[in-house]
């Protein structure tokens, strides 16, 4: 049929082609709202239209193309009147998101089902692979798969892959079928008779991927959770964990979010210790709150029954409470709890009022090193702070706080604190700081009684300069400064220590400081600072008159970074506290040592960090992995106090990672498997 005869039926035909892009995008969910709005281009070797079995045939070449979707084939077929189409011949489909590859389309446009024979799916986003014998659309939404197979690699003989049979799929909801079994190269390594995975990206109920692995510790253990999707605010995950040398443990975590600004979390572990026998029990929430009237606050709370249990068990709520996963941790959740000298646990509610906030504050801490008795709680507090108010020189700013302190078996009671603060500041090359402080504190205590107000001066004197030079690549600023501090003396009789303003004493010191600063103009991002200082106590009948000499330094430029800040005593001679670290870092990787010492608690502590980046060369070879390690060592006898080597190997659609961390009494593995695509499965972490 020649061009011209056929240029009657063009109009039908872009209708037909229209309805053959959308059955195909509704195999692949791709939005249609815009579809009708796009040109239609249409391009064969033959065009052909048979009317008496209203049938329409493009053959050659065939490609229909809009906006950024194209469908090619070697031949379609469409019956106007049943609506049936066929396309047979290299048949490709492709959008931004998805190509569609096969040797037969069976469709029908009215009725928008169809079948896909020999198909081959690639997920350009994902990266996933997904080949079938055959994918038929059974209704709007679901399609049936006889037989397919999927994988994130780009081999035709991949490394790994997943395969299943009658495979039923419900879009955004999830995947059902049987015989999943999953393989390495073209080796079975894992069989499941039946399977059902939750997909599309709404949160969906059921069991998390469990974990398995070893501690010299708490031996072997298993770790199995079931997420529970309550609601799109809220959702639970319930925890049934086995070790086999301390038995059961159960956990749940509860999420919610109410509005922007009221949402939480709640964490509750338990597990039955059997060496001892004792229940360990531990307990994390978090909920931000605001209230009418512009008030806004939050409740933390963590505690443990046992002030060993993080000995025992290590952190348990590690990667299942969701502060775990957050870069920065207002909480305090995060920090490895081992490390903590105690737990704490505060309720702060604030409001903002002109020029200055009042807030309430109840705070509880819980040693982690045995009895509680001796830490300070405050419960609670009530607070105004002033904001400082400046005008011209003059400045000044004011603190009222009225805290119930408890301790037990020991003091408790109520304290008012009241501190205002006037500063007068004057001169420019060199500027005259001066700061009067008053401090008057009443105590109202009722074990033991006490009925004491205490009155505390403060005056303060800073005269500083500042001297600037720019060279052609460098900026070089000296800041010298001298201050005179002075209270007077003040009578601290029966006066419990509870913090800071307890501890309030007698002063009358002398002390300068000199600073220099290096900033660099060039492209290796110099930043270089360097300060003494130094105090002389000019009170008789003291110990050591002049303070320890204080040197901080840091360098940071493009690859190198230097951190110094140390202590010495002059009347000893001995260098009474040192922290250090250097590191380089480039593109290949990075070296880096610390050193912690206090002579006062007998710390000395050498640190030691090295890391190779992906991916590793050696010589003419490139290894697709990198690899991290970072030892603590105690130079006073302990020996490794931590050793933790961290290698990760990284292949185009699959990769492997090592973690291993050794402590003093014990040690674990993990290993991680990462199927790209698919996420990762965890196992050896206890």
């Known amino acids: 049929m020649s061009w011209s005869a056929f240029e ?77 189409a066929i396309l047979t011949g290299n048949i490709q489909y492709e959008d931004p998101d998805v190509i569609i590859e096969g040797d037969r389309i069976e469709m029908n446009i009215k009725t928008r089902l169809g079948k896909i024979y020999n198909s081959h799916v690639f997920y350009k986003r994902e990266s996933l692979y997904i080949d079938g014998d055959e994918i038929e659309k059974t209704g709007k939404n679901s399609f049936f798969l006889t ?59 059921g069991l998390l991927i469990p974990s398995l692995g070893y501690s010299s510790e708490r031996g072997h253990a298993y770790k199995q959770g079931f997420f529970w999707a309550i609601k799109d605010n809220q959702d639970a995950t319930f925890y049934l964990d086995y070790y086999s040398e301390k038995g059961f443990g159960q956990g749940i975590d509860y999420r919610y979010i109410l509005s922007p600004d009221t949402n939480g979390e709640f964490w509750f572990y338990h597990v039955r210790d059997n060496k001892p026998d004792r229940d360990l029990i531990e307990f994390k929430s978090y909920h931000n709150f605001s209230i009418p009237q512009r008030f806004s606050g939050y409740l933390k709370l963590h505690l443990v029954n046992e002030y060993d249990y993080y000995d025992v068990m290590g952190s348990t709520s590690t990667g299942r409470f969701g502060l775990d996963s957050w870069k920065i941790d207002p909480f305090g959740f995060a920090s490895p709890e081992r490390l903590q000298k105690y737990l704490e646990s505060n309720l702060h509610i604030t409001k903002p009022v002109s020029n200055g906030r009042v807030y309430l504050l109840a705070q509880g801490r819980q040693s982690l090193e045995g009895s509680s008795e001796d830490i300070p709680q405050y419960l609670p507090e009530i607070a105004f702070f002033l904001n400082t108010q400046t005008k011209r020189r003059i400045s000044f700013n004011l603190g009222i706080r009225s805290s119930y302190l408890w301790r037990e078996e020991k003091s408790r009671g ?50 500083s300069t500042r001297f600037y030079k720019r060279y052609e690549k460098l900026v070089h600023v000296i800041e010298p ?32 400081s000199f600073t220099n600063r290096l900033s660099g103009l060039s492209d290796y991002n110099l930043e270089a600072r360097f300060r003494v200082s130094q105090g002389y106590n ?37 260098v009474t506290e040192t922290i250090a670290s250097i590191r380089y870092s480039d593109r290949i990787g990075y070296i880096g040592a610390g050193k912690n010492f206090r002579r006062i608690t007998s710390l000395d ?37 931590e050793f933790n080597v961290i290698t ?31 996420g990762s499965l965890k196992i050896g972490r206890i």
Not at 482 to 509: A, Q, R
Not at 648 to 671: A, D, F, G
């Open 8 to 84: 009657s039926e063009g109009n039908k035909i872009i209708k037909i082609s229209i309805s053959l892009l959308i059955l195909l995008l509704s195999l692949v969910s791709y939005p249609l709202s815009n579809l009708y709005a796009m040109p239609i281009n249409i391009e064969a070797e033959h065009l052909e239209y048979l009317s008496k079995k209203n049938l329409y045939i493009a053959r050659g070449s065939v490609m229909i193309t809009t906006g950024e979707i194209i469908l090619r084939a070697d031949e379609i077929r469409l019956n106007a009147t049943t609506g049936e």
């Open 605 to 641: 502590q050498y640190t030691f960090d090295a890391g190779l980046n992906y991916p590793i060369r050696v010589f003419n070879y490139s290894l697709p992995m990198n690899i991290q390690a970072r030892l603590w060592y105690d130079v006073k006898g302990a020996g490794v106090q």
């Open 414 to 463: 109520l304290r008012i604190d009241i501190n205002p603060n006037l500063y007068l500041s004057i001169g420019r090359a060199i500027t005259l700081t001066q700061r009067i402080s008053v401090r008057n504190t009443s105590y109202l205590l009722g074990h033991p009684s006490l009925n004491k107000s205490r009155f505390v001066a403060e005056l303060n004197t800073t005269l």
């Open 147 to 205: 037989r397919a197979s999927l994988t994130s690699c780009e081999s035709t003989s991949p490394a790994w892959k997943i395969s299943g049979r009658n495979i039923k799929v419900v879009q955004q909801k999830s995947i059902r079928g049987w015989h999943g079994t999953f393989y390495i190269k073209n080796t079975p390594v894992l069989y499941t008779p039946y399977f059902w995975v939750p997909v599309g990206s709404k949160r969906k109920s």
């Open 481 to 512: 400064a001298i201050e005179y501090s002075y209270i007077p003396p003040v009578d601290n009789d029966n006066i419990p220590l509870f913090d800071s303003i307890d501890s309030i004493s007698h002063t009358s010191n002398i002390s300068y």
């Open 648 to 678: 990760r190997y990284i292949h185009q659609c699959w990769s492997i990672s090592v973690n291993y961390r050794r402590l003093p009494k014990e040690y674990e593995i993990l290993l991680r498997i990462e199927l790209l695509g698919l």
């Open 538 to 574: 000019l009170l008789k009948d003291v110990d050591k008159e002049f303070s320890p000499l204080l040197a901080e330094a840091s360098l940071i430029s493009k690859n190198i970074s230097l951190n110094l800040n140390s202590s010495y005593d002059v009347h000893d001679g001995k």
